[in-house]
């Protein structure tokens, strides 16, 4: 729980917790690979979090503009994600600041 907490601590002042910034990022992963609006259930895939929690967060993060979700065309209870270019400008911001809180976090054995 202190990994979370110390990576919480520092996306904080960019508006963004753990869990909200894995499904981002994991979104803008998932994307990138496929090249192609991505399922919630892959991005919970690949973020490692339950589909419930997935689909949660991926509703916040659209309500604050950072992805686009509509449903699949074929499926319509499922649905497919991208992340905006709001989106990938807050992670290029977050990626830095999770990459240097780990680090540190790592260093000092935790």
Known sequence: M????????VLRPIGLTH??????DAAAQAFERLDDAVSQAKIAEVAGIDEASTSRIARRL?????????PDGVD????????TREGYGLL??????????AARFFARGA
Do not use: H, M, N
Request: aromatic share 10%; hydrophobic share 45%.
């Open 76 to 83: 319509a209870r499922y649905w497919r994600v991208i992340v």
């Open 92 to 101: 290029r911001l977050a990626r830095p600041v999770v990459d240097a809180a």
């Open 19 to 24: 869990t909200r910034f894995l499904v981002l």
């Open 2 to 9: 202190g990994w979370q907490r110390s990576i919480d601590k």
């Open 62 to 70: 659209e309500q604050d503009g950072l992805i686009d979700r509509g």
